[in-house]
């Protein structure tokens, strides 16, 4: 009977490293989409562009503003790129939306520089676009359904083998008793 608690443990510890893997994917991902490198409006910053990581603009404000950012720098032609519809990521307490994304030829140290007309708060930010946030959270998702499932599966199977065991072998006794 300690094959059963064993299989039925193991299900309990698969159910628990999967919540585990689907909270860190979750948080992963999110953490690792808000801006990393931050300015006000005016200031110009240098950003290391790696086209692989699509990097993209945020913006954090309270009051709708009018912006204009531009790029140069590097060793190639970057352009900055509308983003469609409205992607927010909230961090720290900041809630930040994407704006525009860097599309950069190869990579390379840009100049970055954003402005605005109005003299509401605004800062600006550089990081991974919201959609890249997917990938974490889906593996995420995944984690948590298919590392318990094994485990159930295996604790099931288990389950089924030491019951039939045990009934065949009581049936044995019975028939040379």
Same mark, same amino acid.
């Given at each position: 009977? $300690? $094959?059963?608690?064993?299989? $039925?443990?193991?299900?309990?510890? &698969? ?36 086209? %692989?990581? +699509? ?13 204009? &950012? =531009? ?6 032609? %970057?352009?900055?790129? +509308?983003?469609?519809?409205? =992607?927010?990521?909230? %961090?720290?307490?900041?809630? $930040? ?13 840009? =100049?970055?520089? &954003? ?7 605004? +800062? ?18 995944? %984690? ?34």
């Amino acid at each position: 009977m $300690w $094959w059963l608690a064993a299989a $039925w443990g193991l299900a309990v510890v &698969c159910g628990i490293v999967g919540v585990v893997i689907f909270v860190g994917g979750v948080l992963g991902g999110v953490s690792g989409v808000a801006p990393t490198k931050t300015f006000a409006p005016g200031e110009s910053i240098t950003v290391a562009v790696d086209p %692989a990581d +699509k990097p993209a603009v945020y913006v954090a404000t309270n009051t709708a503003v009018n912006y204009e &950012c =531009q790029i140069s720098g590097g060793s190639g032609q %970057a352009k900055l790129a +509308k983003t469609s519809g409205s =992607q927010t990521v909230t %961090a720290g307490g900041v809630v $930040w939306e994407q704006i525009l994304v860097i599309n950069a030829p190869s990579k390379g140290d840009y =100049q970055l520089t &954003c402005t605005n007309q109005e003299t509401a708060g605004v +800062k600006y930010g550089v990081g991974k676009p919201v959609l890249s946030a997917a990938g974490g959270i889906a593996g995420g998702a995944a %984690a948590l359904f298919l590392i318990p499932g094994a485990g159930i599966l295996v604790a099931i199977i288990a389950t089924i083998v030491v019951l039939m065991r045990r009934s065949s072998a009581r049936k044995r006794l019975a028939v040379g008793g």
